[in-house]
C-alpha cells in the first residue's frame, strides 16, 4: 500500500471532484471506500480525509452501513472556489462561466458604489495601482500578469465596499476570473474598452462618485458576458 502524503490527498480529491462535478459520478451513487482505496492505491485513512473535504462541500454524503453517496448539484456549496474550479474545468464550462458571470453583474456595481462612499485612501491607491498594471499587461499576451492585476482589482472593490459578505465573494471572482483565462475564454489581448474602464472605475472609486462607480461596474459586466457570447456560446 502506498504511504500517505499531502501529495496523495491532493491528487485523490482533485480526481474524484473533477469526476463528480463532470457527472461522472451521478447523484445517489455509492462510492465505497475501500474500492477507492484500491483504485488510487492509498490508505483508507487518506480516502477517509478526501470524503471529509467532499462532504464539506456538499459534495458526498457519508453514512454508516451505506457508504459515500455522491449528492445532487442542488446541495453543492456552488460558492466554494474548489467546486468552481472542477466545474469549470467540465464540459458544462460556458454555462458554469455565465452563471457567475451574472452574479457578478448583480453584486459588484453595487458593491463598487459602496466601495465609492466607503474606499479608504490606502484602498483607492490600490485600486488606481492594479488599473494601471492591467493597462501595463494589456498588450502582448500577457496573460497571466493581467489576470494578476484583474483579481486584486476586483479583490479591493469588494473590500473596500465595506460590506463583509461582498468581501467574501472575492475568492469566487478570482476562480471566475482565473476560470477564464486558464480555460482560454479570453481575447489573445483583454479588451481595450474593458481595460479602459477598470482605469475610469477606479478614478470614480477616488473621487467618490458612486453613481459612476456603479454604472462603469456593469458596462465590466456587461462585456464580460459579451465575451462569453463570443467565446463561449
Not at 98 to 107: C, D, P
Amino acid at each position: 500500500m502506498t504511504t500517505r502524503g499531502p501529495g496523495l490527498h491532493t491528487h485523490v480529491l482533485d480526481t474524484l471532484g473533477l469526476e463528480i462535478a463532470a457527472g461522472e459520478h451521478r447523484p445517489g451513487q455509492v462510492l465505497r471506500t475501500d474500492e477507492l482505496a484500491q483504485r488510487f492505491d492509498v490508505s483508507r485513512t487518506v480516502v477517509r480525509e478526501v470524503v471529509r473535504v467532499l462532504e464539506s462541500m456538499h459534495l458526498v454524503e457519508s453514512r454508516r452501513r451505506v457508504g459515500v453517496t455522491v449528492q445532487p448539484t442542488e446541495a453543492w456549496n456552488v460558492y466554494d472556489p474548489q467546486v468552481i474550479r472542477w466545474r469549470l474545468a467540465g464540459a458544462d464550462r460556458p454555462r458554469q462561466l455565465r452563471s457567475l458571470t451574472v452574479l457578478r453583474s448583480a453584486i459588484e456595481p453595487v458593491a463598487a458604489g459602496l466601495a465609492a462612499r466607503n474606499a479608504t485612501p490606502e484602498q483607492c491607491a490600490a485600486l488606481t495601482e492594479c488599473a494601471l498594471g492591467m493597462v501595463a499587461t494589456s498588450r502582448g499576451q500577457q496573460l497571466e500578469g493581467y489576470l494578476e492585476h484583474d483579481i486584486a482589482f476586483h479583490r479591493i472593490v469588494l473590500n473596500a465596499s465595506g460590506n463583509e459578505m461582498f468581501a467574501r465573494l472575492g475568492d469566487v471572482v478570482a476562480e471566475v476570473l482565473a476560470g477564464r483565462t486558464h480555460h482560454q475564454v479570453m481575447f489573445e489581448d483583454p479588451d481595450p474598452a474593458a481595460v479602459t474602464l477598470h482605469v475610469r472605475l477606479a478614478e470614480a472609486v477616488r473621487e467618490g462618485d458612486a453613481v459612476a462607480a456603479e454604472r462603469l461596474t456593469k458596462e465590466i459586466a456587461a462585456g464580460a458576458l459579451h465575451e462569453l457570447d463570443v467565446l463561449a456560446p
